[in-house]
């Protein structure tokens, strides 16, 4: 048996299907992921076991592109381009394939939809926040150029309009391979690529999903991909020199400004009198000195790192915040795009961390944080919580996807 595993999108994309990947692996299934070539993520992939299929280009090229504008495009026609791109490079991964499973960016996850209908296959929509997905619980988040409006408080009526905006932005290009391809057309390109019943793969504690009568969701809990890796010599003998340290790291986040808000983040963290360890991400962080209470690092094992931490100090992205949860890890949440807000208010709501008030942090607003997050009671929260967390979430994805089939 042979499944693909599509997404287009940043590590906290890719990661989850890498996870589940080596869960099907273990069930003895072979899982092909479609994913950009970026070294990092051949390299992650090669530890799920899992066979990559590139994407249509490296996504780090492709930000940078979309970040400068280069060349000038609107939304729906980056989208257009991201479509019709992805819909060559999955339908070649899914050949011989018996399903298919997409997430990631929206252009992507169409795409696959249709490589699906057109090689008869079942396919499973999946997202990893439940602020993506139709809820009376919670608004849509905005596109650029079509914003959500704040004086309207129903729900329900916000989500139609959300439907409105997507067949807006993407409805052209989607309907104009639809009809190249011969598959009929459709009336709302969210619902179709979102399906009636999508999967939800993160944690039913950290991240719940709340019933409501828009969608009918099936929630695994987070697709986690063990991490074996030993931490490098260099970072376990600062580890062993002294107390633990704050982590800051920004992940996959290219943005100049989170230059400003790590150098912020590094100054409070030593007001603070602790040793910092800075990750250098995308934004290419550096501490900017050779003190000996700090450290810069690259990809390490966070699941093994994040146990021996004082706090972590982060932008709220699925992946880091789920892993700082397991880890048992209190958390400073400097929320910047999409779903991180919503991750800082979680990690706010459980009492386990802080979630910062706006993505420009200061020395005084992130030294106010810290103080707050790296109080006793803080972290005997956050170490309870640690225990609710499920690890199994891949697994059950993976024995739900073998039940689609079987169903076929």
């Not at 809820?135 to 959500?148: A, D, I, K, W």
Request: hydrophobic fraction near 50%.
């Amino acid at each position: 048996m042979r499944v693909l595993l599509s997404t287009f999108g940043s590590r906290g994309d890719v990661e989850p299907m890498a996870g589940l990947a080596a869960a099907l692996r273990a069930l003895g299934v072979e899982a092909v992921v479609c994913a950009p070539p970026d070294p990092e993520f051949v390299a992650l992939l090669a530890r799920a076991g899992a066979p990559l299929a590139p994407a249509f280009t490296p996504v780090r090229r492709w930000v940078a592109a979309a970040l400068a504008n280069q060349p000038p495009m609107d939304l729906s026609q980056r989208a257009a381009g991201v479509l019709t791109a992805q819909f060559e490079a999955i339908s070649a991964a899914a050949e011989g394939c018996d399903a298919i499973l997409a997430a990631g960016l929206f252009p992507s996850t169409a795409a696959a939809r249709c490589v699906a209908e057109l090689q008869g296959v079942p396919y499973v929509y999946a997202a990893y926040c439940p602020v993506f997905l139709p809820s009376t619980h919670h608004r849509p988040l905005p596109f650029p150029g079509h914003p959500v409006p704040a004086d309207e408080t129903d729900n329900r009526v916000l989500w139609e309009g959300n439907a409105r905006t997507m067949n807006a932005v993407f409805g052209e290009a989607f309907a104009a391979l639809r009809a190249a391809k011969g598959l009929p057309p459709v009336d709302n390109v969210r619902d179709h690529v979102f399906t009636d019943r999508p999967w939800l793969a993160s944690d039913p504690v950290l991240s719940p999903w709340r019933p409501t009568d828009l969608r009918g969701v099936v929630q695994t809990g987070a697709w986690i991909l063990p991490d074996e890796r030993p931490l490098p010599p260099a970072l376990e003998a600062f580890l062993n020199a002294g107390p633990p340290p704050v982590y800051v790291g920004f992940g996959s986040m290219p943005m100049q400004a989170l230059k400003d808000a790590a150098r912020a983040a590094v100054a409070a963290v030593r007001a603070q009198g602790r040793r910092v360890l800075l990750a250098h991400g995308w934004a290419d962080l550096d501490l900017g000195d050779d003190r000996d209470d700090g450290l810069a690092v690259g990809d390490v094992n966070q699941q093994a790192l994040f146990a021996r931490v004082a706090a972590v100090v982060h932008h709220g992205g699925a992946g880091t915040t789920t892993t700082a949860a397991r880890a048992g890890a209190p958390q400073v949440v400097v929320p910047q795009i999409a779903d991180q807000p919503y991750f800082a208010g979680r990690v706010a709501d459980l009492g386990v961390g802080v979630a910062h008030e706006g993505p420009a942090p200061t020395v005084e607003s992130l030294s106010a944080a810290l103080e707050s997050a790296l109080v006793p009671e803080v972290r005997t929260r956050a170490r309870d919580l640690a225990g609710a967390i499920r690890s199994d979430g891949a697994r059950v994805a993976a024995e739900r996807l073998l039940d689609v089939i079987g169903r076929r």
